[in-house]
């Protein structure tokens, strides 16, 4: 079974490896709130990278202003965007 961790419109899930050589970024905001101006961010011994990739190296939290604060195990992570359909029947991306 898959571990997945749902945050708002952010879902987590585990993967086996990093995939590619994705570059290190020097922050650790998963996702920016395109309306609130909130940020998905994670805290703690973690390794974002730049394709929503993401190393917790120990125990971590993924924080937003909106919503619980939720803890991610050990483990090598990627970042999927919930998309829903509009009134168009048009997929787009879930915005919080």
Same mark, same amino acid.
């Given at each position: 079974m898959t571990d997945m961790y749902r945050h708002g419109d952010v879902l987590i899930v585990k993967t086996s490896e990093i #995939?590619? /050589? *994705? /570059? /290190? +970024?020097?922050? +650790?905001?998963?996702? %920016?709130? %395109?309306i609130t101006g909130h940020h998905h #961010? +994670?805290?703690?011994d973690v390794v974002l990278y730049e394709d929503l990739q993401f190393e917790v190296n120990s125990p971590a939290e993924l924080t937003h202003e909106e919503h619980n604060t939720i803890q991610i *195990? *050990?483990?090598?992570y990627e970042v999927v965007r919930q998309r829903e359909f509009d009134e168009t029947e048009m997929t787009r991306f879930v915005r919080d």
């Open positions: #995939r590619g /050589k *994705p /570059k /290190k +970024l020097d922050h +650790l905001i998963v996702m %920016e709130g %395109e #961010r +994670l805290v703690g *195990p *050990p483990g090598t």
